[in-house]
């Protein structure tokens, strides 16, 4: 049985996410995670062919793990409560996840997304869809109806609790603990002044 390989795409693609943490998403390069993986760069180009797939590999793993804790907490309790539980797991998971938080923050364009293939781009609107359907269907659950509820519902559960974890990490600071229960007690206010609209 032969070795685990010592630069898998994993161990890579936490380089990458170390480096855009402290410098940003342009200085993803090949050779600047190969260095920063202390891995030859035959290494990274055996796991992905260009730039292109790094970013997009890059991406949807964060989004993927970011997901994963969401659709947990999508799929039990009665709907106002997923609601603020939603909120509450931006904030947490940006918390204990600083640097992959910033990846996100950036955004998928900040990662060349119209050089990536037919595929990988397919997969990420697979996923956009798959968030966008969960949430809708807890927004409806609450009885959310009109531009107004779906507006109030997107600030509360969505705008809101990225725009805290923003306002931290691009003042360089970790996100404190008190930023979840300010979250969390800003869109119960604006969940129930919200009901039935």
Known sequence: MGRPPRHDADKLLDAAVAIVAESGPRAVTMAAVARAAGAPSGSVYHRFPDQPALLAALWLRTVRRFRAGLFEVLE????????????????????????????????????????????????????NEEMFTAMAEVARGMGTCGELGFGRFSLAVVDMPIAVVRRNLTRGDEIPEHEVVVVVEAVRDLLANGQGR
């Open 76 to 127: 039990s309790g009665p709907p106002r409560e997923v609601a603020v539980a939603a909120a509450r797991h931006v904030v947490e998971w940006s918390r204990r996840n600083t640097a992959e938080a910033r990846v996100l923050l950036a955004g998928s364009s900040a990662f060349g997304e119209s050089e990536w293939t037919q595929q990988a781009r397919d997969e990420l609107r697979r996923v």
